[in-house]
């Protein structure tokens, strides 16, 4: 045992004593660090946590007994005990040179007991003070207060707890039904399910697996602003008559609730933040990152247009997940083709060798060469062109020719194209 009283400590009992008062020790603290304690100290050498003492007693003259609750989120190994006096001075310190005394994980509430023996000491000015004990809540760590036998057949009290005796005295009484208070029966899951018995209670963890079981099944439900929609969840809204289906868009492992997709600063239509995507965009059920034609220089609100734009990747994270390859540091550009013929990708055959996604290539004649009477001799876009014509017995006669444009083409329309996000 290696706990000491302090050189501060003991100068303040003398004090006390000399003015005919008692000293109260109302805080406890624990520290990280293992050691011998010193009887010069005045602090713990690495305190993590100090806490009011929530009840107290002196069992027999010379022996204090504490009880401290510790419920916030710290997390500690307590190798070091510091006892406070009500104006902060450390009175007592207990450590064992590394050793393990206090143990509290994260998120957990730790009722804690401490001993403090003084009886061979010749201080007996020092008492204990509760400072601070409330009763135990849903949220607030204290005393538990044990429910009467009146309290369990009302049924209404619910910051008191049953004892076991009181529990089989509970058991005893009838089962609650909507007018008579009583033992309440928790529903199976196949009695959720059903959702025929109305005798038997839902727990908030079946009834929340139910929920979320539900809305994994619920697509395509009215949009409901109590609801909570997960990324790629569909709803339903009503727009001039016509019902149309939404899709939650936000990015992966986001969640929204009361974001109405009915409003347009919600949605891909009027988003004009470039660092996060938006919330909703209509679903059409099209596989992200499909290209199409479209019959107007305007992308509908589901697609943007491939003009050779750079968009945001924080807005457009599923085009940026689909096509990683088109990602250039924080923006993704799906290419140029306005204007542009498309060749489908030679990937292999040998026709249209060496030849990349989205790579471009120029205009040409063929074929260019020698050719028999009456054909083309040679030709290339934009020059002159000659041909051998038959006018007679040994005879040629040259006829020039140009091209009319500065590419050689088909008959053609022209469409704008769209890419699906």
């Known amino acids: 045992m290696s706990l000491i009283i302090t050189n501060a400590g003991l100068d303040a009992s003398i004090d006390a004593g000399n003015l005919g008062v008692s000293y109260k020790i109302t805080h406890i603290g624990i520290g990280l660090n293992g050691y011998i304690p010193n009887i010069e100290q005045t602090a713990l050498q690495n305190e993590v946590i100090r806490c009011a003492i929530t009840r107290g007693s002196i069992p027999r003259p010379g022996q204090l007994h504490f009880e401290t609750v510790f419920d916030g989120n710290e997390e500690f190994e307590g190798k070091e005990i510091g006892y406070y ?34 009886a061979s000491s010749a201080i007996e000015n020092i008492t204990v003070e509760i400072i601070g004990s409330p009763y135990a809540t849903e949220t607030v760590a204290g005393i538990a207060k044990i429910v009467t036998e009146a309290q369990v057949d009302k049924g209404t009290d619910d910051s008191a707890f049953l004892t076991i005796k009181k529990f089989i005295y509970a058991l005893a009484s009838s089962y609650a039904t909507e007018t008579v208070a009583g033992v309440a029966k928790i ?26 079981a539900f809305e994994l099944k619920a697509q395509y439900l009215p949009y409901s602003a109590l609801r909570t929609y997960k990324t790629g969840e569909v709803c339903t809204i009503e727009v001039d008559g016509e019902v149309q289906a939404m899709q939650m868009y ?26 996060s995507p938006f919330w909703w965009v209509p679903y059409t059920g099209t596989e992200v990152g499909t290209p199409f034609w479209w019959l107007s220089e ?25 096509y990683p390859d088109l990602v250039t540091g924080e923006t993704i550009n799906t290419g140029e083709i306005r204007g542009e013929f498309l060749r489908v990708l030679d990937q292999g055959r040998g026709v249209d060798v060496g030849r990349a996604i989205n790579s471009g290539q120029f205009d040409a004649t063929a074929p260019n060469g ?21 006018s007679g017995a040994g005879e040629l006669d040259v006829e020039t020719f140009k091209s009319t444009d500065n590419e050689t083409r088909p008959r053609n329309i022209a469409r704008a194209m769209a890419i699906t996000i």
């Open 85 to 118: 006096l009500e104006d902060g001075t450390l009175f007592a310190i207990d450590s064992r040179d590394g050793d393990i005394l206090s143990l509290k994980h994260t998120n957990t509430i730790l009722t804690e007991a401490f001993e403090l023996n003084l």
């Open 187 to 212: 529903a199976t899951e196949a009695q959720v399910s059903l959702a025929e018995n109305d005798t038997t209670i839902v727990t908030p963890l079946k009834l929340q697996a139910k929920i979320d």
């Open 250 to 275: 936000a990015g992966p492992n986001l969640t929204c609730i009361n974001k109405d997709p009915t409003d347009l600063s919600n949605r891909h239509e009027q988003w004009a933040d470039a660092s």
């Open 298 to 322: 305007t992308a509908p609100e589901s697609a943007v247009m491939e003009i050779n734009a750079d968009l945001p990747t924080a807005v457009y994270w599923r085009l940026a997940r689909r």
């Open 370 to 390: 020698i050719f028999s009477r009456g054909q083309l001799i040679s030709a290339s876009a934009g020059t002159s062109a000659f041909a051998l014509n038959s």
